[in-house]
T-cell receptor, first 111, second 113 residues
Framework: RKEVEQDPGPFNVPEGATVAFNCTYS??????FFWYRQDCRKEPKLLMS???SGNEDGRFTAQLNRASQYISLLIRDSKLSDSATYLC????????????FGSGTRLQVQP | EADIYQTPRYLVIGTGKKITLECSQT?????MYWYQQDPGMELHLIHY???????EKGDLSSESTVSRIRTEHFPLTLESARPSHTSQYLC????????????FGPGTRLTVL
């Protein structure tokens, strides 16, 4: 079983749609959580951190459920520019090791 | 925008050559990382460093080596490149804190013929 699991997709949605991605992680002692966005053949870029209380940044809402060990990302009013791969990322250690990346969920927003 | 740089951005080289991929950051971050990523595949950690003179191997076995003589600089070296080394190499850095939020460089796309 992978330490961070995501549905690989692709998710093909029309412009304006709402789309949700889920991610599960294996280590209950994980410290911090993130969503990164990666465009084709580019580097990952931090989209948002995920806090226990949930957080929102414009059209993007992230939720964390520690009891069930899953993280979600909701994108409202999808834009063509949202097309990318979304990486669920977990910090499983207390600062010494690197982050653990999921394999990503690909989103394709269609006109 | 994060201030982390990688050179070269693209490199095509023959088998057996020695190569060094450069990575520099101007944010004063203690922690730096190298990842390897094939097209459409997930990132694999190959090396990381907590600070000057500290280096560790990552999850993915790699024939490369790294050094950390200065905080801002974390080069990766392949002594003898092979076609199996063809991949994208991504450098990242973060502050030494619990959050561990990482910032990535633009990557080096390496092709070994």
């Amino acid at each position: 079983r992978k330490e961070v699991e995501q549905d690989p997709g692709p998710f093909n949605v029309p412009e304006g749609a709402t789309v949700a991605f889920n991610c599960t992680y294996s280590n209950s002692a994980s410290q911090s959580f993130f969503w990164y966005r990666q465009d084709c053949r580019k580097e990952p870029k931090l989209l948002m951190s995920v806090y226990s209380s949930g957080n929102e940044d414009g059209r993007f809402t992230a939720q964390l459920n520690r009891a069930s060990q899953y993280i979600s990302l909701l994108i409202r009013d999808s834009k063509l520019s949202d097309s990318a791969t979304y990486l669920c990322v977990v910090n499983m250690d207390t600062g010494r090791r690197a982050l653990t990346f999921g394999s990503g969920t690909r989103l394709q927003v269609q006109p | 925008e994060a201030d982390i740089y990688q050179t070269p951005r693209y490199l095509v080289i023959g088998t057996g050559k020695k190569i060094t991929l450069e990575c520099s950051q101007t944010m004063g971050h203690d922690k730096m990382y190298w990842y390897q990523q094939d097209p459409g595949m997930e990132l694999h950690l190959i090396h990381y460093s907590y600070g000057v003179n500290s280096t560790e191997k990552g999850d993915l076995s790699s024939e490369s080596t790294v050094s950390r003589i200065r905080t801002e600089h974390f080069p990766l070296t392949l002594e003898s490149a092979r076609p199996s080394h063809t991949s994208q190499y991504l450098c990242a850095s973060s502050e030494y804190n619990l959050l561990n939020e990482q910032f990535f460089g633009p990557g080096t796309r390496l092709t070994v013929l």
